[in-house]
């Protein structure tokens, strides 16, 4: 699905730099519009859209009818000297192939910055992160009485009435809805049986794609119900999704959760099996990443309206679990302790003597949604770059420009 909102244009006083100088536009009142993708671009598949010229930096993000609160780095906070250099850094390709960096504290918007393919009305592909907007889903359902925080603990085969449990392997019945948003299901398909369900996409319809994991799964145990990071689980989850909200998951998601933060821009396409991707696929703006990261550092609530339990936020964003090293990606020298709770990762990150938790949303080649309640901060950013230690760079360069 692809929809299209018209975004005016972004006055800002803005600080630009090249790849090899740094300049502040806004000495000379100068007026500077963020990067927009041009109706041709946004059609392109993102790696053909052109590198910008110029990354855009701005340490004073312009007020947009988004419901985001902005504000003046330096003047609301952070160390803005520390942040600039930071940008200058990213812009000349130190820290990896960044597409954008947004940091918000205390509730505003105080620093946004493109790079590279970023674009302002450009939704970013999001890999995994969307597996935290699946279960932000799930938590909607749950406010809106379809399912109970009790619920969790069943199995998850409650809410799947067309499976034929005749044909499930051992032990399958027993996955509970709490397993499964771990990515502890225990599920166990090898790339050969997935490969084949994927060439057959009308045997995977619906609850089809629920039976075929149940069905052809080796056998699940309490020694298998582990940590282990696969598409079956999200997958399972949209099901459930769609088995208890009225209509759709897919009219359902647009509706109950994006409308509700204001997300139009956007891109969730369809699973083969026809409900939306559940694990990876969806296309978010940097902007709309904010609003995520907004709805869980306000426990659930929007605009005063409780659109997510707050019992589910705290449960999703907790370390439930610890993956083991061979889990983990996205590490360092000050990154330590990193868990998993309803598709949010969490982490310590350590500047000087003190270590600061941190919950984050996270995608593959550099989608984040990054939130540290001690201080009152949000980083997000977007990028396509695997190898780049996105929370070492974090701890390092951004932490101490809050604390």
Request: aromatic content about 8%.
């Amino acid at each position: 699905m692809i929809i299209s909102s018209p975004f005016k244009h972004l006055i800002a006083i803005t600080l630009l730099s090249s790849f090899g100088n740094l300049a502040i536009a806004g000495a000379q009142k100068n007026n500077h519009h963020a990067p927009e993708a041009t109706a041709a671009e946004a059609e392109l598949r993102f790696r053909d859209i052109p590198l910008l010229e110029k990354p855009f930096i701005d340490t004073t993000p312009a007020k947009r009818k988004d419901a985001i609160t902005v504000g003046k780095l330096g003047t609301d906070g952070g160390n803005k000297a520390m942040v600039v250099k930071l940008a200058k850094e990213i812009a000349e390709g130190k820290h990896g192939k960044y597409d954008s960096l947004l940091i918000a504290h205390k509730g505003k918007l105080l620093f946004e910055s493109y790079y590279r393919r970023g674009r302002i009305n450009l939704p970013h592909f999001q890999a995994s992160a969307t597996k935290a907007y699946t279960g932000l889903a799930l938590g909607r359902a749950m406010q809106l009485g379809y399912l109970t925080m009790a619920d969790l603990d069943k199995p998850l085969v409650t809410f799947l009435k067309d499976l034929n449990p005749k044909k499930f392997v051992e032990g399958v019945e027993k996955i509970t809805l709490h397993q499964a948003m771990m990515m502890s299901s225990g599920l166990s398909l090898t790339r050969e049986q997935l490969d084949e369900l994927r060439k057959n996409p009308d045997q995977i319809k619906g609850q089809k794609l629920a039976q075929a994991y149940l069905e052809h799964s080796a056998p699940v145990t309490k020694r298998s119900q582990v940590f282990s990071y696969k598409g079956s689980d999200p997958d399972l989850v949209m099901q459930v999704i769609e088995a208890v909200v009225p209509g759709s998951a897919e009219d359902f998601i647009k509706k109950e959760l994006l409308n509700k933060i204001g997300i139009t821009n956007y891109r969730w396409p369809q699973h083969l099996n026809g409900l939306p991707e559940a694990g990876a696929m969806a296309s978010m703006t940097s902007r709309d990443m904010v609003k995520f990261g907004i709805l869980a550092v306000n426990k659930g609530k929007w605009n005063g309206e409780q659109l997510i339990p707050e019992a589910f936020i705290a449960k999703a964003t907790d370390r439930l679990i610890i993956p083991t090293d061979e889990e983990l990606h996205y590490g360092g020298k000050d990154v330590s302790k990193q868990g998993y709770g309803y598709f949010w990762w969490s982490a310590d990150l350590k500047y000087g003597n003190k270590s600061y938790f941190s919950r984050s949303a996270q995608g593959g080649w550099g989608q984040f949604i990054v939130l540290i309640e001690e201080l009152d901060l949000m980083v997000v950013f977007t990028a396509h770059d695997n190898e780049a230690g996105y929370l070492q760079t974090l701890a390092e360069k951004i932490l101490p420009a809050f604390i």
